[in-house]
Every structure is written in structure tokens, then in C-alpha cells.
């Protein structure tokens, strides 16, 4: 018979040996699992980061229960290039997400996961990593929007202001250090000065409204926001979405999915829902498709974007 064995890594991930299978799981899950394999009449052993305090409960849970072997291990790190929350968000395995950060998941470990979460737009991971402290202003919901509203966006507007605040401040840095040495000719080079850093932020300005894409999802509502116009989309319910297709993006910018629900027929409402890459966001994708009714109308090119999405997944 087999032994059950549990790997702890200090990030928090509980790795289940169990047999031939391996598989990361929440607390709950695992402390079940040693259990049933000590009810069984199997070997439980722990090894790993068993003494991080992050995994304290969950340890102490499996060895007041079951009679367990503690196998130091000098290998208690992650194994890979992501953290096991990092992991857990890219996968959307929210019920994960949520153990590890109930369970004390640093705050270092959290922004990365919602870094990961924006990227692949994972609807249900972002709810949980919804703190205060992990926000940024481009992914706070307007003041209309009620509790548990994600906003997903494309980082490329922020990181596009961002460089121009490096910018500006490096240049203003420079003339306050011309002043210093005594080298500043006076008005002309502060006006100088003035205008490059307001030319900057200016154009970073621009930029960053032009490629700024955000997603409002607020349960069965989406809104959007793309472009120059900063206001949100008005709201369209997935329940009433009678068509979707797709419309192609200009000068390398990415596409967009276009929901449409037709009201009564001399009127529609759409909303144009931005994808980031040719995977398109596939967790915003796979969270529209599975809510729209089955009628709906999917056109060849926004099938073709829905498929690559549930590959993805």
C-alpha cells in the first residue's frame, strides 16, 4: 500500500502525493485526504516548509488527527518561476486563491497573483484578491458599481504613464542639478525645462487614454471602456445577449468582442468588450461565453476567439 505524503512550500502551496496522482489542493482539501488515507491504514508523511507559519493549521490539523512521519526537506521553495497563488490565479482556481490568502499569503505574493489574474483575466480570482491595499486606480469600478464589481484593464495605459512620470522626473532631476552646479543660464533653460516635462506628461496623457482597455464585470453585467473615451459603456445583462461578433483591431491593436441584445426590433444595445491578445483575455472571454443563452448568434471570427479561449483554459 502506498504511503499518502504532503509536500509543504513555504508560499503556502500544500502539494498531495497520493499514489500515482499529484495535486495541489486547499486546506480543507488536504486535512480530508490525509484522513481518509489514515483511515485507510496508510502512511501519512509531511515534509517541506512544515514549520512556515503559513502552513502552521493545516499541519497541525493532519498530525492531532492522524499519526504522521515528519521528513525534513531542504528543498521548501516553490519549484517553479511562479508562486503556487501566482499559479492558482492564472488557472482561475479561485477556491485555491482564497485558501492561501486566508492563510496569510504575503502581500508581495498577492499583487503578483493579481498581476497574473489581470493578465489572464480571471474573473473569479480577482474577486478574491479585491483588497484595498492590491488596487490601483485604473481597477477601481465607478461609484455606481456595487460589491464584488471586477474591473480587468490592459496594463499597457498605466505602464505607458508610468514611464512618462520617469521621464518628467529624470528631466526635472537634471535641470535641479543644473541649477546646483551653477551651470543654469536662467529663464531659458527652466522654461526649457517646463516644457519638456509638460510635453511629457502630456503625451503620456494622450497615450494612455489611446491604449487603455478595460472590462467591467458586475455578475451577469458587462460594461467597456477603450480609447479616448473614458466613460464607461452603459450596461448590457449577458442574459439578453442575442449576438456576438467580432470586430478586428487597427495598427496591431488587439480586436473586440461585440455583444449585442436586441431590445425590440427597432432598437439594440451592444457593448464593445476589448480582448488584450489573440488568447484574449480567455478568462473574460470564457466567463461571457458561458453566460450568454445558447440562441445566441456567435459569428465565425468571435467563435473562433471563444475556442481559442476554452483551449486556453
Known amino acids: 500500500m502506498t504511503d499518502w505524503q504532503l509536500r509543504c512550500v513555504s508560499d503556502g502551496g500544500l502539494w498531495v502525493r497520493d499514489g500515482a496522482a499529484t495535486w495541489v489542493g486547499t486546506a480543507a482539501e488536504v486535512i480530508e485526504s490525509a484522513r481518509q488515507a489514515a483511515a485507510a491504514g496508510r502512511a501519512v508523511t509531511l515534509t517541506g516548509a512544515i514549520d512556515a507559519p503559513i502552513n502552521a493549521t493545516v499541519v497541525a490539523a493532519i498530525q492531532s488527527m492522524v499519526p504522521t512521519a515528519v521528513v525534513p526537506a531542504a528543498q521548501a521553495d516553490s519549484s517553479g518561476r511562479w508562486s503556487t497563488l501566482e499559479a492558482a490565479a492564472a488557472g482561475d482556481r479561485a477556491d485555491l486563491v ?186 473574460v472571454v470564457r466567463y461571457i461565453a458561458d453566460r450568454v443563452p445558447t440562441g445566441a448568434v456567435i459569428a465565425p471570427a468571435a467563435r473562433r476567439v471563444i475556442d481559442r479561449a476554452q483551449a486556453h483554459g
Open 98 to 283: 482564497a485558501d492561501l490568502v486566508n492563510r496569510g499569503a504575503s502581500l508581495a505574493d498577492q499583487r503578483a497573483a493579481r498581476r497574473m489574474a489581470l493578465r489572464t483575466g480571471a474573473v473569479a480570482s480577482l474577486r478574491v484578491l479585491s483588497a484595498d491595499e492590491l488596487l490601483t486606480s485604473a481597477d477601481r469600478p465607478p461609484g455606481d458599481a456595487g460589491p464584488g464589481v471586477v474591473v480587468i484593464h490592459r496594463p499597457l495605459g498605466p505602464l505607458v504613464r508610468r514611464l512618462a512620470w520617469a521621464i518628467g522626473g529624470f528631466v526635472a532631476v537634471v535641470n535641479l542639478g543644473t541649477a546646483l552646479s551653477g551651470r543654469w543660464r536662467g529663464w531659458p533653460d527652466a522654461a526649457a525645462g517646463v516644457g519638456i516635462v509638460a510635453l511629457t506628461l502630456a503625451l503620456a496623457g494622450i497615450g494612455g487614454r489611446l491604449t487603455d482597455r478595460s472590462v467591467l464585470i458586475d455578475g451577469d453585467v458587462v460594461r467597456a471602456r477603450q480609447g479616448w473615451r473614458r466613460r464607461w459603456s452603459a450596461p448590457i445583462a449577458l442574459r439578453d445577449v442575442a449576438h456576438i461578433d467580432y470586430a478586428p483591431g487597427v495598427f496591431a491593436q488587439p480586436g473586440a468582442l461585440v455583444l449585442v441584445a436586441a431590445e425590440h426590433a427597432a432598437s439594440e444595445r451592444r457593448v464593445v468588450v476589448p480582448i488584450w491578445h489573440t488568447s484574449g483575455w480567455p478568462g
